[in-house]
C-alpha cells in the first residue's frame, strides 16, 4: 500500500481528538496486511495509526463496528484494551483518497514476542487467550459481521489453492513440488474434522503469539492486538493459531527446518494458562483442540503455498520465495503436531476438562 510522509500522517492525525499539531512519526514494518506508524511526543511512543488494507477488507464499517463491539465487553481489571481514539465527527475511522485511517491508543511499557522459550510467555498466553473468550462469551452475535468472510474455511482455502496450482507457472510448480505433494495429503487427513457438534464463538481469529501484548516488567500478558479479524469462529481456530506460534520456536518463514520444534513444556504451559479462567470450554470444544493443533498451522502454510503460487499477490513479501519458506516452515510444523495428537489429547483432556 506505500508508506507516507511525515507532513501526510500529521494532516491524517488532525482530523482525529488528538491534542497536539504536530507529531513525530516512525513506521512499523511486522505486519502482512496494513500499513502501520508509531506516533511520538518528545520520543515518546503515545498512539499507533493504522492504514487498514481495503483490498483485505472490504467492509472498513464493519471491521470497526467489530472492535468497537468487542472493545466494549473487554472491560475487566485483568485485560488492559486498547481504546479507539475517535475522529473530529465522533467516528471511528477516518477516510481520504489515501485509504481508510484509525488512531488507537499506545498502551506504555509494552513488547511483543514473535517466539519463546520461556514457559511463562506460554502460560500467560494461554490465559489472556482464555480470558479474552470468558469476556466474549454471552455477547450478542448478530452485532459481529465476517471482516473476511471463510477466513478459516478449508473447503474455500482448497478451492483456492487448486486454481492457483491449475494457472500456475511450470516454475512455480516445480519449485513447490514437494509443498504440493504435502498439501494433498494433510487435506485428505483432516477430513475427518466436524465442525457440526462445536459452539459458533466470537473469536479473535489471528491468536499468533506476536498478537498478545506483553508488560516489559512483569511479562504479564495484557492483551490481544490486530483486531481486524474478529468475528464468528470455533474455539480451535485461536487455540491452533496460538499454538503453532509458542510450541514452535522458530519463525513461521524459517528456511533451516531442523530449527521447528513442538516444545512439549510449552504446549503444557499453554494449556494450563488457558485453564487457569476455570471451565470454559464443551467436550466437544476440547475433543477439538488438538486437531486444531494441525489445521492452523496447516491453513495459513496452504494459504502461504496459494499466494505463491499466484505471484504473491495477498501477503507482502521482502524477497520472491518467501511465500514459499513460509510455507514449507507451517506444514513442517503441522506434521510435528499430526505426529503429536494422541500426547496433546491426553493433555487437554486431564487440563481443560
Not at 100 to 124: C, G, P, Q
Not at 210 to 222: M, Q
Not at 226 to 246: E, S, W
Not at 292 to 302: D, E, K, N, S
Amino acid at each position: 500500500m506505500g508508506s507516507q510522509n511525515n507532513d501526510t500522517i500529521s494532516t491524517i492525525l488532525q482530523h482525529f481528538c488528538v491534542a497536539e499539531k504536530r507529531y513525530d512519526i516512525e513506521t512499523i514494518n511486522n505486519g502482512y496486511i496494513n500499513d502501520t506508524y508509531m506516533v511520538l511526543k518528545e520520543e515518546q511512543p503515545i498512539y499507533i495509526l493504522q492504514r487498514i488494507n481495503h483490498h483485505v477488507f472490504s467492509d472498513i464499517n464493519g471491521i470497526m463496528a467489530n472492535i468497537n463491539s468487542a472493545l466494549i465487553k473487554l472491560d475487566d481489571e485483568h485485560y488492559r484494551k486498547i481504546e479507539l481514539i475517535k475522529t473530529t465527527d465522533g467516528l471511528t475511522y477516518y477516510e481520504n483518497e489515501k485509504g481508510y485511517w484509525r488512531l488507537m491508543s499506545y498502551i506504555d511499557n509494552t513488547t511483543t514476542h514473535n517466539t519463546t522459550k520461556d514457559v511463562n510467555i506460554a502460560f500467560e498466553a494461554g490465559r489472556i487467550i482464555g480470558k479474552f473468550h470468558q469476556l466474549m462469551e454471552g455477547v450478542h452475535q448478530g452485532d459481529f459481521v465476517d471482516t473476511i468472510p471463510n477466513f478459516h474455511n478449508l473447503e474455500l482455502r482448497e478451492k483456492q489453492f487448486r486454481l492457483a496450482k491449475a494457472n500456475a507457472d511450470i516454475t512455480h510448480l516445480e519449485v513447490a513440488s514437494e509443498a504440493l505433494l504435502f498439501a494433498e495429503k494433510i487435506l485428505a487427513e483432516l477430513k475427518v474434522l466436524n465442525q457440526a457438534e462445536l459452539p459458533v464463538r466470537i473469536c479473535h481469529n489471528d491468536t499468533k503469539l506476536n498478537n498478545i501484548l506483553f508488560s516489559t516488567g512483569t511479562d504479564k500478558a495484557l492483551c490481544l492486538i490486530d483486531l481486524d479479524t474478529i468475528m464468528k469462529g470455533y474455539f480451535y481456530y485461536d487455540f491452533g493459531d496460538a499454538v503453532r506460534t509458542i510450541v514452535n520456536t522458530a519463525l513461521e518463514d524459517e528456511k533451516e527446518l531442523d530449527k521447528i520444534t513442538f516444545e512439549k513444556k510449552l504446549f503444557e504451559a499453554f494449556v494450563d494458562g488457558m485453564a487457569s479462567n476455570g471451565s470454559l470450554l464443551t467436550q466437544e470444544e476440547v475433543d477439538s483442540l488438538p486437531l486444531g493443533a494441525v489445521f492452523m498451522p496447516f491453513i495459513h502454510g496452504l494459504r502461504a503455498l496459494t499466494d505463491f503460487l499466484n505471484n504473491n499477490i495477498y501477503y507482502k513479501v521482502t524477497y520472491e520465495n518467501q511465500n514459499h519458506d513460509r510455507c514449507l516452515s507451517l506444514f513442517d510444523f503441522t506434521q510435528k503436531a499430526l505426529n503429536e495428537l494422541d500426547y496433546m489429547q491426553k493433555v487437554v483432556s486431564g487440563k481443560l476438562n
